[in-house]
């Protein structure tokens, strides 16, 4: 790649949250975003604040799940932006429940948005990668892959994610493409307010009990995600791969 060369991203689950986070962040560190999500008009603010800041981004509408819409998006990317070298898999979905609660369609939703998602889209970006002898895979694992009460189906993607970003980190290295995963703790957005309101808690609340329990006594921010997903997406991040990195406030077992 030349030094004029802008790397293009793509982060997936972008309209809010720690997607849009990240999208902003990867753009402020000069990459040009495909900021994807299911809806596309969703997108709108996520590249609004990019563009403001003088950034290029893109608003791509997806399914991760279908392989058909990944295959479309991927290719808009790489034709209005470029060939996309950066992938970060964030897209993801809550149906929480206890396992005797918990349907045959609450799974298949949680598994094919996290894992499908995630290998449709690594598998479509990776060979822009490869061409490009450079790439850099992040996946959103969580803290829940060490398991959570209500959470069989979220507990059990999240999980698999660490594998499966291991396994890339494994088959990809000696094209120059690494893998890794960054795990959240308790960090304030969307998802975990409706967790909040799952369980019969006010957001508020809910955030002063889990910062309790967090040894920086605080819950964390989305930009304390993209600061992490920033670091693995670097240039310079190039001998890190396979990798699980806990963004948790502490210590995890």
């Not at 660490?162 to 893998?179: C, D, M, R, S, Y």
């Not at 995600?225 to 670091?231: H, K, L, R, S």
Request: charged share 20%.
């Amino acid at each position: 790649m030349s030094s004029t060369e802008q790397r293009v991203a793509i982060v997936t689950g972008a309209a809010r949250g720690i997607g849009a986070a990240t999208a902003v962040r990867l753009a402020a560190e000069g990459r040009a975003v495909a900021v994807l999500d299911l809806d596309e008009t969703a997108c709108k603010d996520t590249v609004e604040a990019i563009t403001a800041a003088g950034g290029r981004a893109l608003a791509v509408g997806a399914d991760v799940a279908d392989e058909a819409q990944v295959q479309a998006a991927v290719e808009r990317v790489a034709a209005e932006l470029g060939a996309p070298t950066v992938l970060v898999n964030n897209a993801g979905v809550l149906r929480d429940n206890l396992l005797f609660k918990m349907s045959t369609a609450d799974w298949d939703t949680v598994l094919g948005v996290h894992l499908r998602g995630a290998f449709l889209m690594s598998r479509t970006v990776q060979k822009h990668m490869v061409d490009a002898a450079f790439g850099r895979i992040v996946n959103l694992s969580s803290s829940s892959a060490l398991g959570n009460r209500g959470q069989a189906n979220y507990s059990a993607a999240k999980a698999g994610l660490q594998g499966f970003t291991k396994t890339l980190a494994i088959e990809l290295g000696k094209f120059g493409v690494t893998a890794n995963a960054v795990a959240p703790g308790f960090i304030a957005t969307d998802m975990t307010a409706a967790t909040a309101a799952r369980v019969g808690m006010g957001f508020e609340d809910f955030q002063a009990a889990a910062a309790s329990q967090i040894p920086v006594q605080r819950v964390g921010r989305p930009d304390d995600v993209a600061n992490a997903i920033a670091f693995f997406t670097g240039d310079d991040a190039g001998f890190v791969s396979g990798q699980v990195l806990y963004v948790a406030g502490g210590p995890l077992d």
